[in-house]
């Protein structure tokens, strides 16, 4: 039996299966060195991909490419079938793409409720509303952001006296506020316990795939991008030297050579 469909129809059905993020020979010199050297991926929804590299590959140039914050020389940034390449940082956040630091942004005076409720209030245009009775905006769907970050139980303490894992739970969930369509994580486990890490990196692999989130992330931490990833790239020198799952990225000789090192296993760095 054939199914017969609207061409809206039909252009959704493409765009579900289409990959969240297109990257197209990406580049980006700072005086004379090239910073990233024709780089070319894709993510799709619900998947988890790791951008591994030694100090210097060009993995945060790429980054900063991606959001906004750096115009590249050339090449082109695609999100869910409409080119971002060159657009203002809070245009690429409002087109649906939420982003996580090495270094915890929370405000630390305020709850974590608050937190929430201030991210939801800038991505519902509101920000520069009468502060007055913010504390009642968006209560219910902060309190649901919380809960899928397991927060909840935390809505009302102050953000400046929470552990670290817990104010990088925070932040993801801040970043899930305006409903990405993609989540960029620069080092996401920097300063965490290995427990932590485990149990950070497992929501996020949870939530992304029950939401269908692309997560493109940048890890140190070998036991993480190789557990928790679904496909790894790996950037030398502004080049992208390998892409495949952690199993062939792990083995991959040339890899091994500039990164992981010849005896190598599971990693660290």
Not at 190 to 210: K, N, S, V, Y
């Amino acid at each position: 039996m054939s199914v017969v469909m609207t061409p809206s129809q039909v252009a959704t059905a493409v765009d579900a299966s289409a990959p969240v993020l297109v990257v197209r020979d990406l580049q980006k010199s700072f005086g004379g060195v090239r910073a990233v050297d024709g780089v070319s991926f894709s993510v799709e929804a619900g998947t988890m991909l790791a951008l591994i590299g030694p100090n210097g590959a060009g993995k945060t140039t790429c980054f900063n490419m991606l959001n906004g914050q750096l115009k590249p020389d050339k090449g082109e940034v695609v999100l869910a079938g409409r080119p971002i390449t060159g657009i203002k940082p809070r245009a690429v956040w409002r087109m649906g793409v939420g982003r996580t630091f090495q270094i915890t942004a929370t405000f630390t005076s305020m709850t974590v409720r608050e937190n929430i409720q201030m991210a939801l209030i800038s991505h519902a245009g509101e920000i520069f509303s009468p502060f007055g009775r913010a504390r009642d905006k968006y209560r219910e769907a902060a309190d649901a952001l919380l809960g899928q970050v397991g927060m909840e139980s935390q809505a009302d303490r102050a953000c400046g006296v929470l552990a670290y894992g817990d104010l990088k739970r925070v932040e993801l969930a801040v970043a899930l506020a305006n409903q990405p369509k993609l989540l960029l994580m620069d080092e996401p486990t920097a300063g965490m316990a290995p427990r932590e890490r485990i149990e950070l990196m497992a929501l996020t692999a949870e939530i992304a795939a029950a939401k269908g989130i692309a997560v493109l992330f940048t890890e140190h931490d070998m036991d993480v991008v190789f557990t928790h990833s679904d496909s790894v790239i790996v950037l030398d020198r502004g080049r992208l030297i390998a892409h495949g799952t952690a199993e062939q990225v792990r083995h991959d000789p040339n890899v091994r050579a500039v990164y992981l090192g010849s005896g190598a296993t599971s990693g660290g760095h």
